[in-house]
């Protein structure tokens, strides 16, 4: 079980200052920073752009039901989402990564655009994804259906993407001189090194991911655009619809379903490959403490799927090895490099010609549709971004002011952790998006109690992430250290000054940097909710963007989400990232 | 020393003609790492490439296999460059560079597979390879479950599968317990001379002499700032060879001879080329990485022993190896305390004192010392005294090392002459903050 929290903890959503082109000044890093951002920018604009201007007509209506009966099927139809929604997500990280780790120049661009592509509001990019699904297919669900695997697609991709890259980024030397002096094929280098050598990370992130998934899926199998209503029948209607005609017992069969359909993935899918991922280790030495899964040594038992892997994995795998090496030396032999090269550059220049002509004309037009927008129009956002980040941060204080004690308490006692981790792991893995009409049902009546319920949704979505990674901070403070502070008698306060809180610094750190992230994210759907048939809205810039996507104000959407995702990388930039510096050259604990 | 000496030279197999290696600097001079050299291996020799760590003798390696590039100079496989062939080689690494997902036997495979080989025939190859190392039964293993010694047969045994004309080796032995290491060191051996591996010639870099006058015909023994062709003999003691022999340790010895007597005249920085119109800079002293306190041991021992050691014998006594000694000498011959003759270390009068004082008196001694022998710390302490609030950036100084050394090695100067700056209490300094201040008497 310690494994999940030491790997919470290693899933930087930032990139260490590591991952920066070596030897780049700042004046330079900066530049590249404002010119990736302006390509980000260019892009938002694009997708609202095109769901504008296809705004169709015809839609289907879908009803959805509120028989417990149909959870089953509601719970395989947010299943299938979410899965195609990973797949899509694997295939993208693991070519985004590859991409950005094998080319220089890819990589200056690449890498501070994850960045930014990080803290950009997913369910901002609803509205716009949505309207230009929807007139793709304007005559089935398709559309919708698409839609939605986009938007969770969007929530999952980039943790993945930036854990594959980092993970060839870290290849040692040796491994890599060994593919290049026993002349593998680039398809056996993928397969026998970067791949397998990423998969630790790959399989925790895809974790992460996943959990975001569901926390995204909850928020988009069902909402309002302008005068449209588009639902898809799946657990978060099925929740949200429950919540919305207050009918308790539905809320709770649909809490119940989707609890179990976690638990079962958690089960089924994350122990056994987590247990099979072992094997991937970078490590010279067998290590102790080794997770076991039952599953998987029933799949190892079952000859069946032994015999199928070798019928048709292996040769396919031997097929697919033998045919780039003898594809590759095809290629040498025919094509004389310098020719190949002069194409390539020619298909590259034509490449950033083209992607120029776009980022010049999507600017273009974001600035003339910005300009219509008046002073008090941007006041008033920038009011609402104030507000929006004093949630925001009392949510994170709130949530590190008890998850500090609560997970220095689990993580120093190895008793209270075995009982607790599982409970803690199952309370984060409970999207918290499913649980809000829930705790809106409870505190609508109360004074003020919209106020209380955003933040409680933000804490929910994001205390996890402290606490994880506080336990992990706390069971890798050092014995002896501990000891030291016993035998020369540290008062409590004196413990915690100069033992515990350096010691975990570094790990909270991590915690709160996701959590930030994810707590921006969760204000578009705590500050604006549809609820009992009308809006419950607090003031902020996350019930901005949703009720701009409600009524369908193009210019206001496409302000506030530009300057949510600049709040969260000036926060990124100028908070987390120092402190992340800070925690690396004076709080690592080094033996 | 050029390799004319060797008599009856055929045709080389891999030989490198002016081959040199430099790195760019920011400012668009250049450092050079290794000085011009020429080598040559020639089938039927197993050669050995001996000197310190860190002087540049896997980048050598690395250059004569092709994985990275010369900055000037080429290197001819068979007289044609080494650009335009693929070399048929392969390389034993010290770290092993196993991969750890794959199985002992899939880890031996996979060079075959690159190759388009098909499954059965790479199969029986590897097997064959696998039971000649003594790896049989292990087959299915995963390195994890191996110990050191069984790691390194299976990188030997992924290396002779390929049947490379010429192995390389890198540092094979120095990550493997001392007992392990001679066994191994043995079974190569008897691959080697029983020809039971088609291999033509054996390239090997160590920096364990009695490990290069165990196992090569002949011996490279590269100098340092930059890596430069320092001495290249034969070695002709008959297989097995006694390590009690008389040749053995006298060839032990005069190679210790080697390494340790004239070393300082090439302590200096690194020459650089630089660009028409710009001036020469004066060379710098470059600064052994040692800390005082190790320093501080040899010379007791030294004095212990009544002021004269031969550095084989105490390198064997303490079981270090050259490595780790030579720096801690390279400092005490630096700052006056200790001279070294044919091979021993002589202590002076000021390393007399030095052994026999107590902690601040050392601290003075050693201030003096630093003072009238570094001119980096006497910059320095210079420098603070001209500042009105006695205090500088470390950033100032490693500007001033930038002109000297690259990047990396001006930054591990800076650690040293700080380390040792404050230990002879002639500055502070905040590692916070960075900034250094003069210790004020």
Known sequence: ????????????????????????????????????????????????????????????????????????????????????????????????????ASSRRAEIIMVPLLDILQSIPVLSFLPGVMLAMVAIFPHSQLGVELGSILLIFTGQVWNMAFSFYSSLKTIPRELHEVAIIYRFSRWQRFAELDLPFSTIGLVWNSMMSVAGGWFFLM????????????????????????????????????????????????????????VWADKFKFEQVESSGAAQSTLLQ??????????????????????????????????????????????????????????????????????????????????????????SFLRVNTALILGALWTIPAGVAIGSNPRLARIAQPLVQMAASIPATALFPIILLFLLGLRGGLEIAAMLLMLLGTQWYILFNVIAGAMAIPTDLKEA??????????????????????????????????????????????????????????????????????????ASTLIMATVVVLINRLLWRRLYRLASSRFKLET | MSTANIAPAPTPIIEARQLEKSYAQPDGSRIQVIAPS?????????????????CGKSTLLRMLTGLSPASAGSVYWHGHPVRDESPNVAIVFQSFALFPWLTVLENVEAPLEARGM?????????????????????????????????????GVARALVVEPEVLFM????????????????????????????????????THNIEEAVVLADRIIVLGRHPAHIHADFKVDIPHPRDRQGAHFLELVDSIYRILTQPAHQHDTAPSRTFGPGMPARPKTIMLPHTRPGGMAGLLEILADRGGRVDLHRLADELSLEVDALLPTVDTAVLLGMLRVEEGDAVITPEGQAFAQADIQ?????????????????????????????????????????????????????????????????????????GKLTLTEA
Request: glycine content about 8%.
């Open chain 1, 1 to 100: 079980m310690s494994d999940l929290t030491l790997s919470t903890a290693q899933a930087t959503p930032l990139p260490p200052a590591v991952t920066r082109p070596a030897g780049s000044r700042w004046s330079w890093a900066l530049l590249i920073d404002i010119a990736v951002f302006l390509f980000v920018c260019a892009a938002i604009f694009g997708v609202y752009a095109i769901g504008r201007s296809w705004l169709g007509p015809v839609h289907p209506h879908v009803e959805i039901s509120q028989n417990p009966g149909v959870l089953p099927l509601y719970a395989l139809f947010s299943l299938v989402r979410i899965s195609v929604a990973y797949v899509l997500s694997l295939v993208f990280a693991l070519a985004y990564g590859y991409v950005a």
């Open chain 1, 219 to 274: 928020a988009c199998e069902m909402f309002v655009l302008g005068n449209r209503d588009f639902r898809l029948p799946g657990l978060g209607s099925f929740l949200q619809t429950a919540a919305s005609h207050g009918h308790t017992s539905a809320i709770l069969w649909g809490l119940a379903a989707m609890i179990a359909v976690i638990v079962l993935l958690d089960q089924v899918v994350w122990r056994p490959i987590i």
């Open chain 1, 298 to 387: 029933l799949i190892g038992r079952a000859s069946i799927v032994l015999r199928l892997y070798r019928l048709i994995l292996q040769p396919v795998f031997h097929w697919l090895t033998l045919t780039f090496t003898l594809g590759a030396r095809r290629a040498a032999e025919t094509f004389s490099a310098p020719k190949q090269n002069l194409v390539r550059r020619w298909i590259g220049y034509l490449l950033a010609a083209g992607v120029l002509v776009g980022l010049g004309f999507a600017v273009f037009h974001a600035v003339r549709e910005l300009s219509d927008l008046h002073r008090e129009d941007y006041d008033e956002l920038l009011e609402s971004a104030a507000l």
């Open chain 1, 485 to 558: 502070a016993q035998i020369y008698r540290f008062r409590s306060w004196d413990r915690w000054r100069h033992l515990i809180l350096p010691a975990i610094f570094p790990y909270l750190l991590t915690g709160m940097v996701t959590a930030s992230g994810g707590a921006w994210n969760a204000s578009i759907v705590a500050e604006y909710f549809h609820f009992q048939g009308r809006i419950v809205s607090t003031a902020g810039l996350g019930s901005t963007i949703s009720s701009a996507s409600d009524s369908g104000r193009f210019d206001v959407l496409l």
């Open chain 2, 38 to 54: 020429d080598l040559a291996i020639y089938p039927g020799q197993v050669m050995a490439l001996l000197g310190p760590s860190g």
């Open chain 2, 118 to 154: 098909l499954p059965i025939e790479r199969r029986k190859r590897s097997l064959r390879i696998i039971d000649a190392v003594g790896l049989d039964g292990f087959e299915t293993a995963y390195p994890k479950e191996l110990s050191g010694g069984m790691k390194q047969r299976v």
């Open chain 2, 170 to 205: 890198d540092e094979p032995f120095s990550a493997l317990d001392v007992l392990t290491a001679e066994t191994l060191r043995g079974e190569l051996l008897e691959l080697w001379l029983g020809h039971k591996i088609p291999t033509r010639a054996i390239f090997i870099v």
């Open chain 2, 361 to 433: 008196a050392r601290k003075a001694i050693f201030r003096k010392a630093a003072l009238a022998n570094v001119p980096l710390l006497r910059q320095m302490e210079q420098a603070l005294k001209a500042k009105s609030n006695r205090t500088l950036s470390e950033e100032f100084f490693r500007d001033l090392l930038d002109e000297h050394f690259g990047e990396e090695e001006s930054r591990r100067q800076l650690e040293t002459a700080i380390q040792w700056g404050r230990y002879a209490e002639i500055f502070d300094y905040d590692a916070a903050t």
